[in-house]
């Protein structure tokens, strides 16, 4: 098994960026937690700040690997690119959010992702990945 866990923009600032919100740790050091828990996968990293790295990278792995776990940031809101991306290739993505992004700005509530992911975790803080990655084990 081959999953991708795709991060985008300001995401590389977990620990640090609003930590009342997104917490203390850094997303390497929960990567780690993961590799631990899942190792029987073969989990791959990514995280950039721009939005045509981020749609290369589905392209690239979205027809031979066996799931992404998405986190698009603020692309999320914003990115009809990036939807066209995940539904243009046959690699199942689960859509994740470490925060409640339901009970923020109201900016936040709309999903550009929702409709073409096959499943979402939303506000369940870094564990979020973890169920993504389960999901995609599980079907």
Request: hydrophobic share 35%; glycine share 10%; proline share 3%.
């Amino acid at each position: 098994m081959k999953i991708l866990i795709l991060n985008g923009p300001n995401l590389n600032l977990l620990g640090r960026r609003e930590p009342e919100i997104y917490g203390h740790e850094t997303f390497e050091d929960y990567f780690e937690h993961l590799k631990v828990k899942f190792t029987d996968v073969e989990l791959e990293y990514l995280q950039t700040n721009h939005e045509g790295v981020m749609i290369d990278k589905i392209h690239e792995v979205g027809f031979d690997y066996d799931g992404i776990v998405l986190n698009a940031g603020g692309y999320t809101h914003t990115s009809v690119a990036l939807a066209d991306a995940v539904k243009g290739v046959t690699t199942p993505v689960v859509e994740v959010h470490i925060s409640n992004v339901m009970e923020r700005e109201k900016f936040r509530h709309h999903s550009y992702l929702t409709p073409v992911c096959v499943a979402h975790y939303i506000g369940l803080g870094l564990d979020g990945y973890k169920e993504g990655i389960q999901y995609i084990l599980n079907n």
